[in-house]
Structures are given as C-alpha cells and as structure tokens.
C-alpha cells in the first residue's frame, strides 16, 4: 500500500462508498487494500473508518479496471443460489475449494458458470477478496432471513472494539467460529496464531479456505462438536472470542455432568450459553480474556444465578457491555459482551465489574461509552439474591441525582401527611343498637329487585333508591366479610349472606360520604406506606454512597 498521505483536496470517500463506486463488498476493497502497494493512502485513518480522495480512488480504480468487479460477483452469486438452493454454506465451501485450486478436481454441484468465474478470479489473484465477497453476501442473506446462524457486522466490530489491540504473536481461539468471520477479525493478520472449531463440516471448510485465500497464515479450523467433543483439549489461548448457538437445549448437559470444564457449576439446560462461556474459560491462558457474546435475558435469568455468583466471587468477570438494539443479524434485542479475565496469579482477581450500558445509542454510533453510559460496580453490590448482571441497572442507579429525589419524596410526604388526617371522618358514638341489627335486607334480594347489578369487582346501585357509597362500605363490614371467609380464610363474596341495614336515602348518603372518605383514607395510607419505604431506602442509599448528608449541627 501506498505511504504517500493523500492529498485533502476535493471529495472524500469511506470503504463503503468505494465498494459501491466499483461495485464490489466491503470484503473486496480490504483485500485491494492488503494486496496492492499503490492503492490510495486514506486521508484520515481513524479507528472507525478511513476516508480517502475520490479522485485518488477513481484513477486506481480506471487504472486496474476494478469496475467489472460487481457482475462477477452477481452473477456467481446467483449460479451458486441456483444450483445450491438453500445449501449455501455447502456453495461457499465448494467455491472456496476450487479457488484454492482452479487446476483441481471440480465440485460436481458446482455449475459451469460458477467454474468459469471462479477460475477467472484465481488467475487474476483475486481469490480472497472473492472468498471475503461471498462470506459478506452470506452473511447479509442470512441477516435479511431473521436468522442468528452468522454473527452480524455489528457485532464483530463491537468484539473487534472491546478486544482491543493483540500483541502479534497472540493465540486466538473460537470454539463456534461459523464461517471465520469474528475469528479472522480480530488481532493482527500476520504472526498471530488462530484456532477454531465449528460444529458444521461446510463452515469449517470454508473459514479453513477463506484464511488461506486471503493470505492469513497460522489459522487452524477443524470439524467437531466443541461441547461433546473438543478437538483444542490442550489450546490454551490469549484470546478466546464467540458468538454461540442461542437457546439450545441439545447442548449435550446429560453427557457431560461430571466435566472438569464446570469450574463455576455445572448449566442446565436452559443455560447453554453459560456451558459455552466456561468452554473459553477453560480454553484461557493466565492473563487472558475470553470475548463472549450473549443474551441480554443470561444476564438475569433464575437458572444461571449460581453460576454467575461464582463468576464474580472470584473475580473473573471484568465488564458487561450492553450493545444497541439491532446490533444482532436476526432480531433487535439487545446483546451483551461478556469479558472474562483468568486471573495470572492468585491477589490478580478483579474487584469490580465494569457495566456499559449502550442500549439507547444508535447500532452505528461509537463504540465508546459517556460518563454517563458506565460504572465500575464493586463485586459485594453484584452479590444479591438475583445477580442481576444488567448493565442498564447500575448504570442508572449510579446516575442517580439522590438529592432531588429525596427532596422530592420528603416533600410529597409531607403534603400527604396533612391530607391523611383531614381525610379521616370525624365519627361520634351513637350508643344505640348496631345498624346490621336492625331492620335489613339482603344484597340478594337487591339483584332480583333490579337495584343491584355486578360491576367488575363489587356489586353497584343502579337506582336512586340506593347509595352505591353506602352500599359497598356495609359489605365491608367486619360482619360480612366474616361470612364470605371460609375457615381456610379464602374470602369468597357471598350474595345469599351478605346484608346491609333498610334507611332512607337521605340517611343512606350520610353514612356513604363516611365509608367514601374511609375508603380514600385507606387507599391514601397505602401510598403513604410506598413513599415511606422509597423515602427510607432514598436516604439509606445516598447516605451510604455519598451523595446526601446529615446537615451541619
């Protein structure tokens, strides 16, 4: 590549709209990038995405004919899907053979337009930026059918992010590695070691082909079942990344009860993406990380309580990241990354657990928190009856302005200390019989007299002649509610027992205003009782933490 900086004079362009320009993928311009010497130097080499001159890119592109590139790709695409169907990992491991080797046997699925484009890209060396344009046209097909079978751009460049830089002669392990894409993404192409392992013969196939047509040497994939039977037992790896299979409850649990790789616990069967996180642990030289994509529910889910307890007890769980809705390929929940670290010597544990809570960011916007979206949060904190591992939960609570909202409660209390007393009626001692003692009648008589009908829970007046208010405070009463509760106490309204005392309107609505005022008495005595306890934990907490204070004597 070229060391001359380019002139920023005229438009610019990121990688995107250079592949669109020539008509290629994304895939197809690294690989110019990688491969020759005099393509244009960016402008602006940021972490994010480099720019260059346009006038720059469209001379190299005129110069090496490059925008041929796009029919090529279409046209393979579509005698692939066509002789393929839906079986086109089996279409991309072939493919990838066959650059590997265009003077070689052909696979004998493989279509003669196919054959012939292949075999064009080989002689041209353009067989890894074709091996990388078909990985990427896969992997947008899968995303656009909803399904979770490849990990998304998104969240490769989340992991790639978190990672961080590699030193060169790092090991890199993916026990699910797919096609390769998060394997081969991370760390540098040159020098550093990669294994992986994929369950699916065709994916292994290709993530082994696509590493070797795009020129990354030291990448060893096999074949085979990581859970039930782990070709790396020895591999202990600087870094370990992977997506896993979600919600499989075929993990092999019953198989593998008695397996030394259960460090924190032995999973159950819902918990299969905790049985895959202890795989990569396993897997984790001293000192180094294991990259674990999960989901948002692993974080909070009653099964895996005990086993993320351990994880922090430990101090081997470093940070949890909540990435943007729709940073997954098949649906737009959230996503966590998981970063463990094996300690190298025992006093290197962690003693707080970073949580990122990026969930209200856009899916392409940076990577990197604001002060606002973090918190290092203490491992005795996490270490509660749930471990609840969310990151929105002490991101926001950590956020917290405690002096407003104490302020706030205290005066809401206060104001509803005085309305409680004014609610309460004023009452005097009659010294007469009780009402329910005198003349009655019961409810039941009430409903086939057209006077009373059943609301949605208690029955109501529809006539003049009764007071709903007055009606529903005797039904209340000590006497009634005794006969509608059985003697396992299960209270059961009873309309055949229940009776109310024969009064005049007049007097029906005096007693109704009483029994009214009683009834938001007690409706205001339990919402006294909530901001009680918010007002206490408010105080507690921000006394605790700092933020409020007794005042100065």
């Given at each position: 590549?070229?060391?001359?900086?380019?002139?920023?004079?005229?438009?610019?362009?990121?990688?995107?709209?250079?592949?669109?320009?020539?008509?290629?993928?994304?895939?197809?311009?690294?690989?110019?990038?990688?491969?020759?010497?005099?393509?244009?130097?960016?402008?602006?080499?940021?972490?994010?995405?480099?720019?260059?001159?346009?006038?720059?890119?469209?001379?190299?592109?005129?110069?090496?004919?490059?925008?041929?590139?796009?029919?090529?790709?279409?046209?393979?695409?579509?005698?692939?899907?066509?002789?393929y169907?839906?079986?086109?990992?089996?279409?991309?491991?072939?493919?990838?053979?066959?650059?590997?080797?265009?003077?070689?046997?052909?696979?004998?699925?493989?279509?003669?337009?196919?054959?012939?484009l292949?075999?064009?890209?080989?002689?041209?060396?353009?067989?890894?930026?074709?091996?990388?344009g078909?990985?990427?046209?896969?992997?947008?097909?899968?995303?656009?059918a909803?399904?979770?079978?490849?990990?998304?751009?998104?969240?490769?460049?989340?992991?790639?992010h978190?990672?961080?830089?590699?030193?060169?002669?790092?090991?890199?392990?993916?026990?699910?590695?797919?096609?390769?894409?998060?394997?081969?993404?991370?760390?540098?192409?040159?020098?550093?070691?990669?294994?992986?392992?994929?369950?699916?013969?065709?994916?292994?196939?290709?993530?082994?082909?696509?590493?070797?047509?795009?020129g990354?040497?030291?990448?060893?994939?096999?074949?085979?079942?990581?859970?039930?039977?782990?070709?790396?037992?020895?591999?202990?790896?600087?870094?370990?990344?992977?997506?896993?299979?979600?919600?499989?409850?075929?993990?092999?649990?019953?198989?593998l009860?008695?397996?030394?790789?259960?460090?924190?616990?032995?999973?159950?069967?819902?918990?299969?993406?905790?049985?895959?996180?202890?795989?990569?642990?396993?897997?984790?030289?001293?000192?180094?990380?294991?990259?674990?994509?999960?989901?948002?529910?692993?974080?909070?889910?009653?099964?895996?309580?005990?086993?993320?307890?351990?994880?922090?007890?430990?101090?081997?769980?470093?940070?949890?990241?909540?990435?943007?809705?729709?940073?997954?390929?098949?649906?737009?929940?959230?996503?966590?990354?998981?970063?463990?670290?094996?300690?190298?010597?025992?006093?290197?544990?962690?003693?707080?657990?970073?949580?990122?809570?990026?969930t209200?960011?856009?899916?392409?916007?940076?990577?990197?928190?604001?002060?606002?979206?973090?918190?290092?949060?203490?491992?005795?904190?996490?270490?509660?009856?749930?471990?609840?591992?969310?990151?929105?939960?002490?991101?926001?609570?950590?956020?917290?302005?405690?002096?407003?909202?104490?302020?706030?409660?205290?005066?809401?209390?206060?104001?509803?200390?005085?309305?409680?007393?004014?609610?309460?009626?004023?009452?005097?001692?009659?010294?007469?019989?009780?009402?329910?003692?005198?003349?009655?009648?019961?409810?039941?008589?009430?409903?086939r007299?057209?006077?009373?009908?059943?609301?949605?829970?208690?029955?109501v007046?529809?006539?003049?002649?009764?007071?709903?208010?007055?009606?529903?405070?005797?039904?209340r009463?000590?006497a009634?509610?005794?006969?509608?509760?059985?003697?396992?106490?299960?209270?059961?309204?009873?309309?055949?027992?229940?009776?109310?005392?024969?009064?005049?309107?007049?007097?029906?609505?005096?007693?109704?205003?009483?029994?009214?005022?009683?009834?938001?008495?007690?409706?205001?005595?339990?919402?006294?009782?909530?901001?009680?306890?918010?007002?206490?934990?408010?105080?507690?907490?921000?006394?605790?933490?700092?933020?409020?204070?007794?005042?100065?004597?």
């Amino acid at each position: 590549m070229s060391e001359t900086p380019a002139h920023q004079a005229g438009p610019l362009v990121t990688g995107s709209e250079i592949a669109r320009l020539a008509g290629v993928t994304r895939a197809a311009v690294s690989n110019w990038r990688r491969r020759y010497d005099d393509f244009p130097a960016p402008v602006s080499s940021g972490a994010g995405s480099p720019v260059f001159a346009l006038a720059e890119v469209q001379a190299w592109l005129d110069r090496q004919r490059k925008g041929h590139d796009l029919a090529e790709d279409v046209q393979l695409w579509q005698a692939l899907r066509g002789a393929y169907g839906d079986d086109m990992l089996g279409a991309l491991a072939d493919a990838a053979r066959l650059l590997s080797d265009p003077g070689g046997d052909v696979p004998s699925a493989l279509p003669s337009d196919a054959v012939r484009l292949l075999r064009a890209a080989a002689e041209r060396d353009a067989a890894g930026a074709m091996a990388d344009g078909l990985a990427e046209r896969f992997t947008d097909s899968v995303r656009r059918a909803g399904s979770d079978l490849v990990t998304s751009p998104r969240i490769v460049r989340a992991v790639r992010h978190l990672v961080g830089d590699v030193a060169a002669d790092a090991i890199i392990f993916d026990p699910a590695c797919g096609v390769g894409t998060l394997l081969l993404a991370v760390g540098a192409e040159q020098g550093t070691r990669r294994y992986g392992q994929e369950a699916d013969a065709r994916s292994a196939r290709f993530a082994q082909l696509r590493a070797e047509l795009t020129g990354r040497t030291g990448v060893d994939v096999v074949e085979g079942d990581s859970l039930r039977d782990d070709q790396w037992p020895d591999l202990r790896a600087d870094v370990v990344v992977c997506d896993p299979p979600v919600a499989d409850s075929d993990w092999g649990r019953e198989e593998l009860l008695l397996d030394s790789r259960w460090e924190f616990g032995t999973p159950s069967r819902a918990e299969g993406e905790l049985a895959w996180l202890q795989h990569a642990y396993a897997h984790t030289a001293p000192g180094g990380r294991v990259l674990m994509v999960m989901p948002a529910s692993v974080a909070y889910r009653k099964a895996g309580r005990r086993i993320r307890a351990e994880l922090v007890r430990r101090g081997v769980l470093t940070e949890v990241v909540a990435l943007p809705a729709g940073s997954a390929a098949s649906h737009a929940l959230p996503v966590h990354l998981w970063q463990l670290r094996r300690p190298q010597a025992p006093g290197d544990e962690t003693t707080s657990v970073r949580m990122v809570d990026l969930t209200n960011n856009e899916p392409d916007a940076s990577l990197e928190p604001r002060p606002d979206q973090t918190v290092a949060v203490p491992l005795i904190e996490l270490l509660d009856d749930t471990v609840d591992l969310t990151p929105g939960r002490y991101v926001r609570e950590s956020h917290r302005d405690y002096a407003t909202e104490y302020d706030q409660v205290r005066q809401e209390l206060t104001r509803q200390a005085r309305r409680l007393a004014e609610l309460l009626p004023h009452l005097i001692g009659d010294g007469g019989v009780g009402v329910l003692d005198g003349p009655s009648v019961s409810v039941a008589d009430l409903v086939r007299a057209g006077l009373v009908e059943y609301g949605e829970s208690e029955p109501v007046s529809v006539s003049d002649q009764l007071d709903t208010d007055f009606l529903q405070g005797f039904l209340r009463s000590t006497a009634n509610t005794r006969r509608s509760t059985s003697a396992s106490g299960t209270y059961r309204f009873d309309t055949k027992g229940a009776r109310i005392p024969q009064m005049a309107i007049a007097e029906q609505r005096r007693y109704g205003a009483a029994f009214r005022a009683l009834r938001e008495f007690e409706e205001l005595t339990r919402r006294m009782a909530e901001l009680s306890k918010e007002a206490a934990t408010l105080a507690r907490d921000g006394l605790s933490s700092g933020a409020l204070a007794p005042p100065p004597d």
